[in-house]
Structures are given as structure tokens and as C-alpha cells.
């Protein structure tokens, strides 16, 4: 932690092995008036019987000006989309620092990252701030918990990240966040 980033690479040279990059890529559009933002795939796979064929990502995946407010999107990626941690190797490595707690002197820190990542949604790839939402409705904000609770209660995920303190993974899509939002301010 703080220190250094260690980047350890494994090299796929098969075809096979190829052919899923694009899937586990996205372009990110992003709206220059609320933040909202949407995942393109730039590839996708159909399968037929024991076959998987190939193929590039249907598109556009939102209209020329956004849905919730109606401003320009700025586009962005590819980004990689596809979940960032193995949650095994991370719940192993957890449980391995737990069992040495005297040999890290960071643990607490170490072992909060790592709990936090075991907790975070695993498939999805961007998080909102509660923060920024309330920015751009220039309402008060809602505590984490029952922000939470609406969009659970809506048949949603949620979870943090680690990458922000108010930051917050969700599987709902951003006119269910805002829905939420709407309840909150009136
Ligand atoms: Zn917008």
C-alpha cells in the first residue's frame, strides 16, 4: 500500500483466447449535464448448440442527447469491463493476512481494502457518488444507508468500492438511481 504497484502479466497467444478481449471491453458514454453514464461492449457472443460465434456489439447503446436530462454525451474507453479482482484469490489472501495479523503492520488498513473488495459487486465495472448525484441535484444528500435500501427494495445490487469512500456499485440502471433521487428531493 502507498508504496508501489506491482503488475504481474500473463500472455494469451491462442486465437481462442483472443476473441474474448472485446468482450471485456467497453466505450463509456458519460452526460455533460448529469453524469450518468452508459457502457457500450465492443463485442458480444451468440450462442447456437455447442457454437459460440463472435461478434461486435450493437450500438449506439444511448441516443444523441441523454434520456434524463437531455444534454450532449461525452464518450470515453475502451475501459476494461470485465470484473477487476479474482474474488477467491482476494478471499484467500484475506483470510491469509488475518491468520499473520502480527507480521503486517498496515493490517488494518490491508485487511479493510480487502474486506471491502470481497464485499464489492464483482461484475460491475463503474461506481456512482452519492456526493455528485446530490451535486447535480443540488439537494441535500441522503445517507449511504438509506440510499442503499431504495435501490435494493427496487430489485437492485449495491454495493461499495474501494476506489472511493462514497462511491457506490450498482446493477441499476441510471433512471432507476435517478427515480430514487426524485423521491428523495420531493
Ligand atoms: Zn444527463
Not at 453524469?35 to 441516443?63: A, C, E, M, W
Not at 470485465?82 to 493490517?107: E, G, N
Request: aromatic share 10%; glycine share 6%.
Amino acid at each position: 500500500m502507498d508504496f508501489y504497484v506491482r503488475v504481474f502479466v500473463r500472455i494469451y497467444t491462442s486465437a481462442g483466447a483472443m476473441k474474448n478481449t472485446p468482450l471485456k471491453l467497453s466505450y463509456v458514454y458519460q452526460c455533460t449535464g448529469c453524469d450518468s453514464f452508459h457502457l457500450q461492449p465492443l463485442g458480444r457472443t451468440v450462442s447456437k448448440n455447442t457454437s459460440v460465434r463472435y461478434l461486435p456489439g450493437f450500438g449506439p447503446i444511448v441516443p444523441q442527447e441523454c434520456t434524463d436530462c437531455g444534454k450532449k454525451y461525452n464518450m470515453g474507453g475502451p475501459i476494461w469491463s470485465a470484473p477487476i479482482h479474482d474474488q477467491d484469490w482476494v478471499t484467500s489472501i484475506l483470510s491469509d493476512v488475518k491468520s499473520m495479523k502480527a507480521r503486517y503492520p498496515a493490517f488494518d488498513r490491508i485487511s479493510a481494502v480487502l474486506t471491502t473488495i470481497s464485499e464489492e459487486l464483482p461484475d460491475v465495472p463503474l461506481f456512482v457518488s452519492l456526493h455528485n448525484l446530490c451535486a447535480t441535484l443540488k439537494c441535500t444528500s441522503p445517507s449511504a444507508v438509506v440510499f442503499r435500501s431504495a435501490v435494493i427494495n427496487a430489485g437492485y445490487r449495491i454495493s461499495g468500492t474501494h476506489v472511493n469512500p462514497l462511491g457506490l456499485k450498482s446493477d441499476a440502471l441510471m433512471e432507476v438511481i435517478w427515480d430514487i433521487m426524485r423521491c428523495w428531493v420531493s
